[in-house]
């Protein structure tokens, strides 16, 4: 049974918000469907413990939870193009793969553990439980994040990556134009530059809305805060996450074209004395230098810096700029030089490695610098502030 | 809010290939912390033994930082022999909260007590490395002297530290990881100099006894062995001389030369060691913000390790740190 009581049009993320009761059982079975189609959502917070048994209990005693929220990126067509009806909320909660959990995830578990431990007892109640739900209807992906995060601050401790996570699960193992987003980690599944790791990219667009090529594990709420700030500016609108990709696989096109199928030379004594390095080489094809999180969140973290100095705006300002390089052979086997050198000095190789290319892209893409659209000059300058940042 | 040096092994933050426990039996392999002040991924080893009789060297087990273990951007990552000690670390630490600054020694079992190997009596040989046992708290001091960590270690045999109480017992699972008041530092790690002076002229007296020279020759020559100078001089006779002390020597000229008219450039180091201990004792108000404390210490350290090595392999010096400074259980 499901009965609307209030709809309301949000104009902060530009979706209907939709506020209607449900009884438990049909919420059971819609959330189950859901949790089962999200692994990113599936976990349960490991020490819940006493808390949520109360609530288990409470519920059972005929306590009002408080409403969760969920969220539908469906592209179902509503009845009337006024009010959406009970029958509309219906066709989208049964479309489950598009609904994302976005405010009572834990309580969904509670929910879904009381009911099924006495389930004769609330189907033989004489008034049924009800549960309150909103329901944002056609919103987009930036707009699922934003209440996701203003909605997730200072409640259950989960970081923004985490939440990437489940917001983007749909493009796992899926295609954006010619690139390939595979689920493996393993790094033999990347054979081409059009092959990216999923773990990769959420981790590049992460650092692009942190401004931090480094990962962090741990849930900070000031960080929360300016992350909120940076994507509710309006001038941060086409920033999406497939726009992050579209971009920087642009900029790999643009190397791939320059030097189609490069590799690094296979016998030592083919490499210049400038550019041997002491171990093996960071990449010896494109996809091996590129097709990796520390490039990725390098470069998340440059064009973020970029747009908020205000030297480029946004991703579209960048495709121009990529079409502009000028790129050489010399160019990789320096990069490779350099991060050898780089991972010399650092004690967390890959933190030295993201600090590196961070560098790299912000001193190549930014107007106002000397090494501006210079691959050689932006690597002989990354590598000198990385090695006194390492 | 976790302490940021802290990090944690599970099935998220560490790579599938680490994970993998297959043909050998994780009780076969054991391991035990270490600590270093700046843990470097890179400082993975394969350690060695050097036995005696027949010498040779056995290779035992590794050397693997904590942080190597949530990252394949080491040189390490695809080495099947890594990934095998890898694995049993994650098996034996999985979920387990982690400072960073741990280091593991893990070792195959059964090669180790084949060979009837107290790798305790190793374990001492680490600190070379800047690398501390782990006792208590993890350490907080870089010793400046620190070799870098190579793809292969043979570790010398030393002593093992826990056989002794109260003060040497403390020095090797406290201070040197904690003690960062270099004044503090250098008196603390000078105590190991005091006690082996005092055990160097027990011993001296000793010789001369059974010398049987007469009377009138040792007790002129007895007496040279009551001036501190000289004691330092036979005790420093225990120390490796082939570590470079240049940055002592031009400290101690700057700084020494002037009050004590010695040139440091051709005196022996211990001369500069105990002349500089003494500007501590008796003037360090006057000098205290003008000299670098950190090269004394740092050198004494190493000394002190080599001195103690020595004295428990001579009979004499072992039997008497022994009565000494021994646990009952140790005895």
Redesign the interface.
């Known amino acids: 049974m499901i009965k609307i009581t209030n709809i309301l049009n949000d104009k902060k993320v530009q979706a209907k918000n939709i506020q209607f009761l449900i009884d438990i059982k049909s919420y059971v079975e819609i959330s189950n469907k859901i949790l089962e189609n999200n692994p990113f959502q599936r976990k349960r917070v490991k020490k819940s413990g006493s808390i949520y048994n109360l609530l288990k209990e409470d519920i059972k005693s005929g306590c009002i939870i408080p409403p969760i929220v969920l969220a539908s990126s469906s592209n179902l067509e509503l009845e009337s193009d006024n009010n959406p009806s009970e029958k509309d909320i219906t066709n989208h909660l049964n479309d489950y793969r598009s609904i994302k959990i976005l405010d009572g995830l834990q309580r969904t578990y509670s929910i879904i553990e009381v009911y099924e431990e006495n389930s004769s007892y609330f189907d033989e109640l004489k008034d049924e439980y009800l549960i309150r739900v909103e329901l944002y209807l056609s919103i987009s992906d930036t707009g699922i994040l934003y209440r996701m995060l203003t909605l997730n601050t200072g409640q259950t401790q989960m970081t923004l990556r985490h939440q990437l996570e489940i917001l983007f699960s749909k493009y796992l193992d899926a295609n954006i134009d010619e690139i390939n987003i595979i689920k493996e980690?393993?790094?033999g599944s990347i054979s081409t530059i059009n092959d990216y790791n999923f773990s990769d990219l959420i981790d590049g667009y992460n650092s692009f809305l942190e401004k931090n090529e480094l990962p962090v594990?741990?849930f900070d709420i000031l960080q929360n805060v300016k992350t909120i700030k940076f994507m509710s500016e309006e001038k941060n609108d086409n920033m999406e996450f497939v726009d992050f990709i579209k971009c920087y696989h642009s900029m790999i096109k643009s190397f791939d074209q320059s030097l189609p199928g490069w590799v690094y030379p296979s016998d030592e004594e083919d490499v210049d004395e400038n550019f041997k390095t002491s171990?093996?080489p960071f990449g010896k094809n494109l996809p091996k230098i590129f097709n990796r999180s520390q490039p990725i969140t390098g470069f998340g973290a440059a064009i973020s810096e970029l747009v908020e100095s205000e030297s480029i705006q946004g991703f579209n300002d960048l495709n121009t700029l990529i079409g502009k390089l000028v790129i050489s052979e010399d160019d990789l086997l320096l990069l490779n030089k350099h991060l050898d050198d780089v991972?010399e000095k650092s004690?967390?190789?890959?933190n030295g490695?993201r600090i590196f290319f961070r560098l790299f892209f912000k001193n190549l893409f930014d107007k106002d610098g000397r090494s501006f659209l210079k691959i050689e000059e932006s690597l002989d300058n990354a590598k000198k502030r990385a090695m006194a940042e390492v | 809010?976790?302490n940021s040096l802290e990090m944690e092994l599970n099935t998220d933050?560490v790579?599938?290939r680490y994970q993998n426990i297959n043909e050998v039996s994780t009780s076969e392999y054991k391991a035990i912390k270490l600590t270093k002040f700046?843990?470097?991924?890179?400082d993975i080893s394969i350690i060695y033994i050097r036995l005696r009789k027949p010498s040779r060297d056995v290779r035992v087990g590794w050397l693997i930082p904590a942080?190597s273990l949530i990252?394949?951007?080491?040189?390490y990552s695809e080495d099947l022999h890594f990934i095998k000690y890898a694995s049993n670390i994650f098996d034996k630490y999985k979920d387990q909260a982690i400072d960073e600054r741990t280091y593991f020694f893990v070792w195959f079992n059964e090669t180790v007590e084949s060979n009837k190997i107290n790798l305790y009596d190793y374990i001492l040989d680490f600190t070379k490395f800047g690398i501390y046992p782990l006792e208590s708290e993890h350490s907080k001091y870089i010793n400046s002297l620190s070799l870098r960590v190579t793809k292969e270690i043979t570790l010398q045999k030393r002593f093992d530290f826990r056989i002794f109480n109260g003060f040497v017992r403390e020095l090797y699972s406290k201070t040197l990881q904690n003690e960062t008041n270099l004044y503090a530092r250098f008196m603390q790690i000078y105590q190991v100099i005091e006690l082996s002076m005092d055990l160097a002229l027990q011993a001296k007296m000793m010789e001369f006894k059974d010398s049987r020279k007469h009377m009138g020759i040792i007790r002129d020559k007895l007496t040279e062995y009551f001036k501190e100078a000289k004691l330092i001089g036979t005790v420093y006779d225990f120390t490796n001389n082939s570590n470079d002390i240049t940055n002592l020597r031009v400290e101690a000229n700057a700084k020494l030369k002037q009050s004590t008219g010695k040139n440091y450039s051709t005196e022996r180091k211990e001369v500069a060691i105990y002349d500089f201990r003494n500007m501590l004792v008796h003037n360090y108000y006057r000098f205290k913000d003008d000299v670098d404390i950190t090269i004394f210490c740092d050198h004494i350290e190493r000394d002190a390790l080599d001195i103690l090595t020595k004295m428990t392999e001579e009979k004499y010096y072992n039997s008497e740190l022994k009565a000494r400074y021994y646990t009952e259980s140790a005895k």
Do not use: A, C, F, L
Not at chain 1, 347 to 350: D, L, T, V
Not at chain 2, 38 to 42: I, R
Not at chain 2, 71 to 75: E, P
């Open positions: 980690t393993d790094n594990d741990r171990s093996n991972k004690k967390k190789i890959g490695q | 809010m976790t933050t790579p599938s700046e843990p470097d991924e890179k942080i990252s394949v951007d080491h040189d």
